[in-house]
Every structure is written in C-alpha cells, then in structure tokens.
C-alpha cells in the first residue's frame, strides 16, 4: 500500500534521506523510529507529498505521489507532530471543512464526526474555537480530523504527544482497530512501548537509512535483546548523542 523506492531528499548538501526503500502492506501498522535527525519527519513528508524527492519515488496505493498526487493524497489521513488548524473555527466546524475538503458525504460526514467524538471524548469541545482548546485536546482533533474521511493509509508523525494516558489509550485502541480492518498505519514515535505494543513491524532508520527492519521478535533475535528499547541503544551506543 505504501511504496518507497531509492527515495532521496536533500537539503542542499546534507542527505536528509539517502536511497531509502520501504514496503508498508496493507493493514500493516508499521513503526518509523529513530534518532533526532535520522530523517523520519523527512521521509514522512516525502510521502504525504509535502516533500519532493531528489531521486526515487513514492507511492500510495498504487498511485505515485509526484505524477497523480490528488489519488494519493485521497485515501490518506495524515497528522503531523506539529497539527496546524484554523485556530477561529470551532472543532465541529474544522471537522465539517476537512470533510468537505475530501467531498465526504454530509450523511456520513455527520455519522463520522459523531463516532469519532466519542471516541476521543470531544463532544464538550464541539462549539469551541480551537484557538481555546489545550495542547491535547487539539491533538485529539487532528486525530479525528485525519480519520473523518475515512482513509485507506494513515500516516501519523508522533501520535501521543501532549495527551494524558486514558486519551493515549484511546488512540492505540483506534490506531490498532483501523489496522486490524485494513487501513494500513504508518506511525512515527520515539516512545518505544508505543511501537513494541501496537506494531506488526518496526523500522529504524539513522541517518537516512533503514539500520533495522523486521517484526519485534525478527529484531530480537537479531540483535539478540529481548526489549526494544535494549536493540535501539544497542544500535546507537557508539554514536553519542546529537541534535535534531
């Protein structure tokens, strides 16, 4: 479902993403990780297309993200790590645009909004305007944003940040849920429990380049470690730390 070839991206002279290839099958909910700086936000905005790369290619769902972006762009949802909204509307009125956005049924525009503010407990905040809602609260929306049109690919860049562990719980459940009735899950976190509890298949990239890839247990046994949080230190124990 998602398909990335030989992707290059480049920032001048620094390689952001160097000759990347990646598979994410269908239903799969798959784990980007990786340090600060190891390209994870470049490669994700390489596949929604707010990147364009300088070698390789990206597709979604068969349709290639750089000669037939509008087909692409259709069936995916897509939460950044920062989410950016129009602070004036209210949550319910930001819901109704992105629907509209993707020509989404008002019948089932409505259904959808309603299931996803139940979901993550937003009904007390429909008629407020975003600009007055918290940090997580606006997290939470562009989650159900994202989602409203139903989408076939779900690319999400740090899905936890800024909530608390009950409205957390509610995400994993989603994310799983979607993943386990074939929408294909593509999550970038550095929270390792996030990845070892909810991923089919983990990848890790630094500097541009996958350095591992497999299933929890295909990384076990690989690296030897029984935690993923022992195999990713292990990757990067000779680095040091770097900035971002």
């Known amino acids: 479902m998602i398909n990335i070839q030989d992707l290059t991206v480049l920032y001048g002279e620094y390689v952001a993403v160097d000759g990347l290839n990646l598979n994410v099958k269908e239903g799969e909910l798959f784990a980007f990780l990786g340090p600060n700086g190891a390209g994870k936000t470049t490669t ?14 990206v597709s979604v769902g068969g349709h290639d993200m750089q000669t037939d972006p509008i087909k692409a762009k259709s069936i995916m949802g897509y939460v ?5 909204f129009y602070d004036k509307l209210t949550s319910i009125e930001f819901m109704r645009f992105i629907g509209d956005l993707y020509e989404v049924d008002r019948s089932k525009l409505n259904d959808n909004t309603v299931e996803l503010f139940q979901k993550f407990d937003l009904n007390s905040f429909s008629h407020f305007p975003i600009e007055e809602l918290s940090h997580g609260t606006r997290q939470r929306l562009a989650i159900a944003a994202a989602l409203v049109h139903d989408p076939k690919v779900f690319v999400i860049d740090e899905p936890m940040v800024g909530l608390d562990p009950l409205h957390a719980r509610a995400v994993k459940e989603e994310l799983r849920a979607r993943s386990d009735h074939g929408v294909t899950v593509l999550m970038s976190t ?8 909810l991923a089919d298949r983990i990848g890790i990239i630094d500097q541009g380049k996958l350095v591992a890839l497999g299933t929890l247990n295909e990384l076990r046994e690989g690296e030897n470690s029984s935690a993923l949080e022992e195999i990713f230190l292990k990757l990067f124990e000779d680095k040091g730390p770097e900035g971002s």
């Open 44 to 57: 994700i905005k390489a596949l929604t297309g707010l990147l364009g790369p300088d070698l390789g290619s």
């Open 190 to 197: 550095h929270l390792l429990n996030v990845a070892e509890e």
């Open 80 to 84: 950044p790590d920062v989410a950016v």
